[in-house]
């Protein structure tokens, strides 16, 4: 499903980084584990296609999206990878919903409508929130709307960008729970990055950068 | 903040379009079918204003027998006396003939057109504002506005409605012209009781005793002014003769000869004429005296005397308004009555173009402006879009995760412009109408005038495209910025 290959990325001459080759499979889950520096945010960036490798190749589903035009990358983005940052961010003018259907729309997703919608929003017991603004709910509901939002077009990859740090234990876990559980659902490979060491050993699959 | 400035930046360029279009509409509309107005001296601008389209105070009277022996010239078609003097409610009475009703295509709602004296017919737009009716009897008030002195002797009488034309028509109350003399013989001999008496009488007089009445009339009426009377008459036949002849000379026979007579005037005909004669004898004895005495006396006694006596004693009228047969007389005739009659000649089309290109610098200030303003608009747009864009610049970033392209991002924001500017523009052509119907509101009741609110002119189009170019313009560097955003730099932050 997912594969990396010598993948490099510097910023400069003195700051680069390599990173260590992956193998993911359909529906497996992977923790990528790092402290701070160890360029956690430049691999996800360059798993999701936001930035280009200095070298190296990654394929998802068997695509190199290094060798993909921009907006070709950005249509199999919206199609195939579902993201989940650490704070949830929503457009403010619209409601959950909405945001939602936005996520539909860019993904030019086959599967629109407000019955998918509804369904993954009560997967995530948030059925009732439905037309509530992102920014009036609590952040354990705003997280999960982020992976209602990730899951939606039912992606092939969800990852997850230090989706538990902002988190108490207790919503800690239910996020990687919920992470998981939707991550099967869809059928996903979820890739987690993060610093958060609560995490460490809920996830088989590991790599430390 | 910025939507509001671009409304009202249109708002004023579309208010400004509306005016210039009304007025120029309105001012063209009220001239259709009037070559050329005659008047008293003065300003032409001023005769056009107050006797197309009644908004200024006349220029002064001129004789009516001038006026018709004017109307008979081979290059005239056709010509439309008008009378004012008195108004009602501030609304002015307009003595004129049915003619005047063709210009403007008026046609009754109800009633009937005038027949007799002191019946009116009103305007379109006064039925409701003064709550006029067929049958209704008001007391007309002398002067062009206001109501100071009410002539308390003669009640108007309403016997007809017009529909609305839209031109000056509708602001007028129309009655024969002898109605405005009427009531003002009655206003300025009010205390003469025998008014009426003397009118029917003068009438046979002036029927009856055409020939004699230039020798013989006085004594009929007055042994006893025999003396003043042969001294004014002779003045009159003799030294002033030329000078009443042209403006006046039925005058002081008729009317005032009348008056003189019965109420004794004879003194200040007497001292007038003796001033006159003091006066005016030296002149035309010297220079216009014999001529105008052979070929003018004659010819007034043999054709506009009798002419006279049987339309309307000497009587005077506001103004004239002339359509020529052929264009031939817009070459001459304006010339030859400025140049060897007492009245003036002007011709509208070229007053109104004169006044349109006094507003011209005005308007085009005004309009400098709103420009100024909508580009001011512009900017606000620019920077609020801008900031605003900063602040979002996240949820951008969030839209490229979602699989936004870059292209989408910048034709979003490049809409976010468009559709701002169309709010405004919108808003400010709403704000305009609002404004018309205002202006309008004031200007109707300060200047009796209508402005037509007219929708969808040509210009308005031109002002959306603009509208829409600018705000394109303001929303394309932010959307440039929304191009470049940097996603993985925004998210990580």
Redesign the interface.
Known sequence: MLETRALTFSYSSKQSFSFPDLHVKQGESLLVLGESGKGK?TFL?LL?G??RPSGGKIEIDDYDITQMP??TL??F???FIG?V?QTA????ALNVEENLK??QL???SDQKGSGIIQDTLSRLNLESKLKDYPHRLSIGEQQRVAIA?AVINQPKLILA?EPTSALDDYNCQGVLDLLREQAEIAGASLIIVTHDNRLKDKIENRVEL | MSLLLFAMGVGIISLLLIMRESLDENFRKNIRGIDMVVGAKGSPLQLILSSVYHIDNPTGNISLAEANKLKKHPLIEQGIPLAYGDNYKGYKILGTSHEYLDLYEGKLLEGELWEHELEVVVGGSLKEILGLNIGDEFYSSHGLVGDINTHEEHAFKVVGVLEKTGTVLDQLLLTGIESLWKVHEGHDHAHDGEHEEEEGHKHEEGEEHDHEHEEGHKHEEGEEHDHDHEEGHKHEEGEEHDHDHEEGHKHEEGEEHDHDHEEGHKHEEGEEHDHDHEEGHKHEEGEEHDHDHEEGHKHEEGEEHDHDHGEGEEKEITAMLIKFRSPMGMMQLPRMINKDTPMQAALPALEVNRLFDLFAVGIQLIRGIAIAIMIISGISIFISLYNNLLDRKYELALMRSLGASRRELFIMVVLEGLIISIIGYILGIFMSRLGIRILDSIIQTNYRYDLDVLSGMQEEGYLLIASLILGVLAAFLPALNAWRTDIAETLSS
């Open positions: 945010t960036n999701a936001f930035i921009d907006a950005d249509q983005r919206g199609k993201m940052f961010h929503f457009v403010k936005m996520a860019f993904a030019r939002r960008d």
